[in-house]
Each structure stands twice: as C-alpha cells, then as structure tokens.
C-alpha cells in the first residue's frame, strides 16, 4: 500500500505536522519513503538535528505497536541489547495512510544496501578473517543480551494456547500460515516433509526469551567490526534461544550457498554452526542443543514465504535443497 495522507501535501509537510504535535517546535527538512515500508526523516527540535527512521504497518495497528513496546522495554532493561530508540507510536493511519511508529536512526554499515546477497561482494567479504570474527562476537553478544531481557516483560509476544510450549505455538502458527497458502494451490513436498522430519527430532524443551525473532544480517548495522545495532523487530516473539540461533545461520548459509552456485569462494568462515554455538556458550554460559532443528524450521519459514511467489521458484529450490541436506545430516 503505497503512503497516502487524508490531505493533498508533500510526505514532508505531512509529517512535519504530526511530528509537531508530538514534539514542540520541530521541523522536517526531507522525508523519504525508503524500501520496506520506511520513510527516511531528517528532522530538528531543541537545537539539535535528528535521523528518524518510520515504519509502516502492512497490517493493524497491533504491529507497529507490538515493535513499539518491544523497543521500548528492551530500552529498560538491566542488560540492554543494541536496539534503536523507540519515540512514538501512532495507531491511526490518517496522517500516512497506515499506523506508524518512529524510532532513531542507526548510520554504519549494513548488507541490505547491497544490489546482490553480501556473500558475493561486501564489507563482509573484504573484511580479513579476524574482522569477521569480531562480527561474529559483536552480534552474538548483542543476541545474548536481548536473550537476557525479563520475559515477563515482553507478554504482549506470548502466542501459546493453554498447556502449549512456546515452540509448539510457533510451530503452530507456522503451520497455520503454510495452510493458508497451501490452501491456494501452493504446495510442496519438500515443505511437508520439513514439517514430519521436526515431528521427529522434537527439542527439548527450554524456557522461552525475548527473540529478535527475525535473525539475519540484514537487519543488522555495524558501526564497525566489532559494534552492531539489532533492528528489524516485526517478528519478536517468545521461544527458544536456539530461534535466533538457526535463523542466523540459516539465512547466512542461503547467501553463502547462492555465492557458490555463481562461482564465488562465498564466506567459508563466518557463521558455522558449530562456532556460533561455541561463541555463544562463551559469551553467555548457555550452550547451545539442537541447532539443527533451529536452522531447519528457519529454512521452513523462509520456504513458506518463498512458493508465495512464482518468481522466486529459483529461490526456492536453493531453500529445498538446503532443507533437505539438513534434513539428512549432510550438513
């Protein structure tokens, strides 16, 4: 849904007077709508200039609200992550056209300004090795610090039925979704098969954190190598360490896997689960148990998303494979 406002004005002077209503005297010098969903906000009150990042909603308002709360408490936490700060939340879309909320925006370097995946040319890939394991550290730290927040604190994320473990639910749910699109014809057997082979090797059970819920590099800014800001908060949840764990491997060994397709020598050394998992229990004294679950049900979820859309059948066939070979313990 493209940005609209109930008045015939630019997204500046839009946002401008929104802006002023919540924060006396500023002004807005440009107002970007970016990819994603993100209008880009360069802004000033009190003397003093501000970056302002503003997510739309593609759905209610419960969902920039949840991202909302979600930074804002992640903001009090004793052992705080690196997350962007939270400033207001709007939960009606008359001034944009959808609900919004805004946040404070993260400069350093990030994969996703990248035309193709950052496995084939980055700042990852001309980083030396020591470089991409300070990387490594720098954002399993920041993992292990959102993992410490006060679960209680994030309620509002909790999808369990009565008696139902916080895996079962996401489980649960992403069954749901594939029905819904299984429902329209989109169906595959490599999908079904992922959901029986995680029937079979079930975890077990742990307590449930905060997750980033959404783990992946792209969502992630790095001031340097060793500094990173976690962004990206649409799918914080509660469940397993073990979540985030797999997503980010999962999704770093999809790009790292299309490298090698196209005759690139990838990243052989950044994000392995055996290093992830060590890392880790280094840094938080919690190691790591059935990873390969984790990195299975990450590739399950992306699949969904994937058969969604005919032009990604290619995709979809490096997702299947990389199940599959998960699947049978060939990596």
């Keep these: 849904?493209?940005?609209?406002?109930?008045?015939?004005?630019?997204?500046?002077?839009?946002?401008?007077?929104?802006?002023?209503?919540?924060?006396?005297?500023?002004?807005?010098?440009?107002?970007?709508l970016s990819a994603d969903r993100t209008v880009l906000?360069?802004?000033?009150?009190?003397?003093?200039?501000?970056?302002?990042v503003v997510r739309l909603a593609s759905g209610g308002p419960f969902e920039t609200r949840s991202q909302f709360l979600?930074?804002?408490?992640?903001?009090?936490?004793?052992?705080?992550?690196?997350?962007p700060?939270?400033?207001w939340c709007e939960d009606d879309a008359g001034p944009l056209g959808a609900p919004f909320f805004v946040m404070t925006r993260v400069d350093g370097l990030t994969t996703a300004k990248y035309e193709t995946p950052y496995s084939f040319a980055s700042f990852i890939t001309?980083?030396?090795?020591t470089e991409?394991?300070?990387?490594?550290?720098?954002?399993?730290?920041?993992?292990?610090?959102?993992?410490?927040?006060?679960?209680?604190?994030?309620?509002?994320?909790?999808?369990r039925r009565p008696w139902e473990t916080a895996l079962a639910a996401l489980v649960r749910k992403t069954a749901e979704r594939y029905q819904l699109v299984s429902a329209r014809g989109l169906q595959a057997p490599v999908i079904e098969r992922a959901f029986a082979w995680m029937r079979e090797h079930w975890p077990q059970d742990s307590a449930p954190v905060l997750c980033w819920g959404d783990a992946r590099l792209d969502n992630a800014v790095y001031g340097?190598?060793?500094?990173?800001?976690?962004?990206?908060?649409?799918h914080a949840t509660l469940g397993p360490r073990e979540l985030d764990l797999g997503a980010l491997v999962f999704h770093h060994r999809l790009v790292d896997d299309l490298a090698h397709a196209a005759g690139r020598p990838g990243l052989p050394d950044f994000l392995r689960p055996g290093a992830v998992a060590a890392t880790y229990a280094d840094i938080t004294g919690y190691r790591p148990v059935d990873l390969d679950f984790f990195i299975v049900f990450a590739a399950l979820q992306h699949a969904i998303e994937a058969i969604?859309?005919?032009?990604?059948?290619?995709?979809?066939?490096?997702?299947?494979?990389?199940?599959?070979?998960v699947m049978t313990g060939e990596r």
Excluded at 41 to 52: I, T
Excluded at 308 to 318: D, G, H, V, W
């Design 70 to 83: 979600t930074l804002r408490r992640l903001g009090t936490q004793l052992t705080r992550a690196a997350v």
């Design 224 to 234: 340097d190598f060793g500094s990173v800001t976690l962004t990206g908060w649409r």
């Design 85 to 87: 700060s939270a400033l």
């Design 126 to 129: 001309d980083a030396n090795a």
């Design 132 to 159: 991409r394991a300070r990387m490594q550290w720098a954002i399993l730290e920041q993992l292990g610090r959102a993992h410490a927040a006060t679960p209680s604190d994030f309620a509002f994320l909790d999808r």
């Design 1 to 32: 849904m493209a940005v609209q406002s109930t008045v015939d004005a630019p997204l500046r002077e839009v946002f401008e007077r929104w802006l002023a209503s919540r924060q006396a005297g500023a002004a807005v010098a440009t107002a970007a």
């Design 308 to 325: 969604r859309s005919p032009l990604r059948t290619k995709a979809f066939q490096s997702l299947a494979d990389a199940m599959a070979d």
């Design 41 to 52: 906000v360069d802004a000033g009150w009190g003397g003093q200039a501000h970056r302002l």
